[in-house]
């Protein structure tokens, strides 16, 4: 037996007790007489006591023990005269009678402190000390409750857990597939799934009625900063429902985790349409937990002379409380420099002070009076003291542009706090996306999305602006200004399924090569269902206030889809190939 | 709104509410003036009724309807004066004022009712329909509740759920890997995990101490019946932790699961030695559901004349007890026939009937008298009327023969019955198997296999049968026959993981490049850890008494690993291969 306890249960209540205790050495102090060891286990540290006067062989061997070593201690609990109030074991030590050696350690490549001194590559590498350490650790643990705590909510809500297969079909539409090449059918493959989407449907139409899965997916994309080439999503799916069922039923799926893993009580969650989002916060995933909304100037500005406002397709700012002082004319440059990085790519920014002293102070104070300017502010709600920080130019990248300049201006305001939670639905989302590249229509949300029933009869025009105001039962959940979830009302009726491909531009046979199977469900009796996908990894940071989801993933990918500790993906044998029916291409640059 | 309840749930009680159904039409019944139709959902059957005297209109309609036909119906809750006793809704009816067709169904492929009419292939392709018969959908949701009930239990027990990386390395060692070509990294390949092993290994030297994951596997291996590319497993690992622990608590895993899903409490499960299992019941994997263990009947047969036995390493029999009325000379010759065939592969069978009335009979009767023959039937402890079987060879062969025997007789005699529940640990297995064709020792468990304390020592033997002697501290978990689990205790220290890669073959180069991560792992402090993996396929079909595990999986793969729904494997564009600088080899065949 390697212990009776672990290394974070030991109280006062436990003194004089002989217990047995394993763990890592996270720190040795030696006192000449005594040996002060730091045992560390999952649970917790206890501190362990070697004294040279008791066991001078034992204290000899206690000194020599280096960081990370495992041992294991046989003793007895004592009260501890020197106590320490920040540990739970903090009271008690062990008087170590008896020791074993489990195994030695090299001298880690980093500190396992809170705060580790290695650098991202270095610990992605030596993953199985970076996740010795507390913060990652509890991160790990965290995950593992809340999976533990959704399928507690969904359980109870008459959900089944349903695992859908790994090895699908590739379909062209959405983004790229990781594809599993068939040894048993030569020149045939199977693709990873980028989500259970059609599964779950058919799971509808088999009559499962609530489905739900924590599930990996797949997705092989050029891998942007926070994303990873597979990744873990709740996706859930109900038959016989509304809208109004799915956003009940998630919104306390929401409300009970955050209840029941950080004790947060959450009010009803505000609805916003899309239309509304884009108007009032240039963005579909607005950051709420601060106002700061657009205020659209285009009518009040415009027929002054300012040719930069008269041309442009809308005019619009924000007001910055209590910002006209702390903005020099250097730091309005630098704002302005910033809103014209290639990121951002605004061609200029115009500030509007309204100074506590009754003054304004305004980069276009040529063409608009003091008079006009302070006409504004009520627009604004603006006191003295704000600073109003207007853009312009057509209509979707200004207020692309204006989104930025909200967040970069509420982080700097500090009205990002990650301690406020501010939930809501964005809804009525666009059918259809058009994309001037490929000069086809894309589905905004994917192609077994519903229209809004309103809007049905509007499919079959050919008209461009019709079908680009075409609504969609679409639903995204965002909390402080991250999609957390999305989903939508499914079409469940193969004329109504036929015609949305046909709008995105898949021939009958493309359609039926690559969703026979669904068209074909839909003439066996298919219920209305609908659903949504939460990303997993993406919930557990937001939940716990942090932005990078690779810090909740046990065992991440860098950048280029590496595995570095395991050093994977790697070169397969020639055999392997062959038994594949495959060739890897030459080419020029390898 | 599409229902105020469900098909499953109104009572007596409910009478005269108002309720709002929808469903599917399982059954309909028409008597002239009225119209009866069973309308079905997952949670059960609910009886409508339409009258012609109240709605003639709602009663046309309704008789039109077919059956899987998709209804929504408003209307009021009444006591039925023909009450079903079989159902739970049996004692009401719904008298219908309103009904939306919601969507009509082509007629079903096969009938949905308990037994169906539909062949495998066409019940695999209309899966979405197949899903819809009450013991299909029964054996899904079973699955969900088995997954559910082990997450509690492990999660009370101080497991965290850590979910590994799909997209690893391949290794050659084990079967074969399907792999998954890196797009960024050309000519490179993922592996899918036939396993999360090393991983789960990482995570104890990580310090995670008890980890668990419900965790999709594959195995790119031929299929034969009831194999799946993909499989479902209950993957955990304990850190600090002897045999008896792990032991101790997946047997208290297993008895929780049988008592909250099957309401049966389990006794203590016995122990017994891969030695003593082989000896006694010619297997690994013995259904202990019935006794007829085997009798070495070799010292005692042999020197007597007859040269079968006199040349055999091992004479070995079953005793049938009360068998020897039930087989005619025609019926040991057919069994004698089940024996010799190539699946088995025995030379023959000799049998002894201990007849009622104190006479014996036998097949050697030539070179053994009945006095002799009555001596043998103590060493069997048969009773008047119990027959004999006996078999004679090679060891191995002839356990192996003998143990299909066993298995046959007890089939036939009724005792393999699912209603008992027969579990049992078998430990101390071999660590190395001899390999004859690649001339080269295997892991019989797996390369991270602990050898039991006492053999270390014995490695370093250059004997060729010490080396077959050595024992692992693995352990395999069997009920009614079926390999439900298996596990060991890890090896944790670099040079004897060295030593065993030794063994098995492996270069320190190939060892080194396929398992370095694993190697330099252990050299930071690795713990003592060991774990368990059952297949939770087999594990919810050995639950349910049943012995397909494709029956437990929402969309199973047919024999040639293909799903018949979607169509899966298939051709993929030339613009995907070129992406992933692949070629597909033109064979002869193809």
Redesign the interface.
Known sequence: ???TH?CGELRISDCDKNVTL?G?VQASRDFGGMTFIDL????GITQLVFNMEDDQSLCEQARKLGR???I?IGGKVRERSNKNPNRPTGDIEITVQSMDL?????V?PFTIEDESDGGDELRMK???????RTPV?AN??F??KL??ET?RYL?QAGF???????????T?EGA?????????????????PQSPQ??KQ??M?????KYFQIV?C?R?E??RADRQ??F?QIDCEMA???R??VLNTFEGLIKDLYLNTKNIELADFPRITYDDAMRLYGSDKPDTRFEMKFVDLTQTVQGKGFVVFDNAELVVGICAKNQAMAYSNKQINELTDWVKRPQIGAKGLVYIKYNKDGSVKSSIGKFYSNDELNTWKELFDAQPGDMILIMAGDTDSTRSQLNELRLEMGARMGLRDWNKVAPLWVVDFPLLDWDEDSKRWHAMHHPFTSPKVEDIEKMQSGDFETIKSLRADAYDMVINGVEIGGGSIRI??RALQAKNFDLLGFTKEEAEEQF??LLG????????HGGIAFGFDRLCAVLNGQSSIRDF???P?NN????M?????????EK?LD???????R?S??
Chains 1, 2 share one sequence.
């Open positions: 037996m390697y212990r672990n394993s890592w560390r286990d999952r649970y990370e070593f495992v294991k489990l195994n030695a350690s090299l880690p030596y993953r199985y000390i970076d996740l010795r650790q790990i643990i995950r593992s999976a533990l399928r359980g089944i857990e349903v695992e859908t297969p790994c090895l699908i079909k590739s062209p790229r597939d990781f594809v599993v090449p068939s040894r048993m059918n030569p020149g045939q493959f199977y693709a990873l059609t599964f058919i799971l139409i088999a009559g499962l009625d990996k797949f092989d050029d891998l080439p597979e873990t016989f429902v509304t109004e069922d469940h009726d026979g199977f469900a839909f003439e066996y009796g298919a219920p209305p993933i046990a065992f990918k280029q889809g590496r595995d500790m395991i050093d994977a993906p790697a070169s397969i044998d392997q038994e594949l029916n495959l060739i890897i291409k080419t640059e390898s």
